[in-house]
C-alpha cells in the first residue's frame, strides 16, 4: 500500500499571500496524483490532476508541480474562498486508493 | 451537469447491515468506474470500494472485505453499497464518487449519507 502523507498540518495564511502545500508518497506514483479541497460541511472537490492539470473550473492561481514522490500544491494569492482543508491523493498503484491526511488552510 | 445523491444512511446497532444507494445523473453512467469514499466525523478521507464499468471487477479496502459489497445497475443508473456486520469505526459519511476516464481518479462526489453505528 502507498502511504501519503502531507506537511503542515495547518497552515495559517493572510489573504492575497502565497500558499505552499506539500505532499509525499511512499514510493513512486509518477504523475498520478490528484489534490482535492473540502470546505466544512461540502464534499470534496477535485482541483488538479496528474500532478499539474488544472480540472475544469479550477482559477489558475491553483497550481500543483512534482513527481515520483513529492507534490506541492501552490495557491498563489490566496482568496477568502480558499479556506479549506486540501488532500492528496495517489492513483497510480491500487487498490487500495490512498490519501494523505489533509492540510488545513486557516486564517492567519 | 454530473449529480451524484446519496440515501440510506441511518443510526444502526452494531453487527448490523444497511444499504446504501447512489442514484447518478448528467452523465453515461456505464462507461465509468465508482467510488465509495468515507470519512469518520472529523477525520479524513479513506477509499472503501469501486467497481468497473461492467461490474466485473470489484476492490475494496482491507478493514471492510468480506462485510461490505460494491454494486451497480446500469439500467438504472444506480450504484450501491451493502454494509454487514457494521462497527462502531464504520461511522462516516458515505460519499458516492464517480471516476474519470483515468481508473482511479474521481472527478466527481456526491454530497454524502452518515452511517452511524452505536447502541
Known amino acids: 500500500e502507498i502511504v501519503m502523507t502531507q506537511s503542515p498540518a495547518t497552515l495559517s495564511v493572510s489573504p492575497g499571500e502565497r500558499a505552499t502545500l506539500s505532499c509525499r508518497a511512499s514510493?513512486?506514483?509518477?504523475?498520478?496524483l490528484a489534490w482535492y479541497q473540502q470546505k466544512p460541511g461540502q464534499a470534496p472537490r477535485l482541483l488538479i490532476y496528474?500532478?499539474?492539470t488544472r480540472a475544469t473550473g479550477i482559477p489558475v492561481r491553483f497550481s500543483g508541480g512534482g513527481s515520483g514522490t513529492e507534490f506541492t500544491l501552490t495557491i498563489s494569492s490566496l482568496q477568502s474562498e480558499d479556506f479549506a482543508v486540501y488532500y492528496c491523493?495517489?492513483?497510480?498503484?491500487?487498490?487500495?486508493?490512498?490519501f494523505g491526511p489533509g492540510t488545513k488552510v486557516d486564517f492567519k | 451537469e454530473v449529480q451524484l445523491v446519496e440515501s440510506g444512511g441511518d443510526l444502526v446497532q452494531p453487527g448490523g447491515s444497511l444499504r446504501l444507494s447512489c442514484a447518478a445523473s448528467?452523465?453515461?453512467?456505464?462507461?465509468?468506474?465508482m467510488s465509495w469514499v468515507r470519512q469518520a466525523p472529523g477525520k479524513g478521507l479513506e477509499w472503501v470500494a469501486n467497481?468497473?464499468?461492467?461490474?466485473?471487477?470489484?476492490y475494496y479496502v482491507d478493514s471492510v472485505k468480506g462485510r461490505f459489497t460494491i454494486s451497480r445497475d446500469n439500467a438504472k443508473n444506480s450504484l450501491f453499497l451493502q454494509l454487514s456486520n457494521l462497527r462502531a469505526d464504520d461511522t462516516a459519511v458515505y460519499f458516492c464518487?464517480?471516476?474519470?476516464?483515468?481508473?482511479?481518479?474521481?472527478?466527481?462526489w456526491g454530497q454524502g449519507t452518515l452511517v452511524a453505528v452505536s447502541s
Open positions: 464518487t464517480k471516476g474519470a476516464p483515468v481508473a482511479g481518479l474521481l472527478d466527481n
Open positions: 448528467g452523465f453515461t453512467f456505464g462507461s465509468y468506474w
Open positions: 467497481i468497473k464499468q461492467d461490474g466485473s471487477e470489484k
Open positions: 514510493q513512486s506514483v509518477n504523475y498520478n
Open positions: 496528474g500532478a499539474s
Open positions: 491523493q495517489q492513483y497510480d498503484n491500487w487498490p487500495p486508493l490512498t
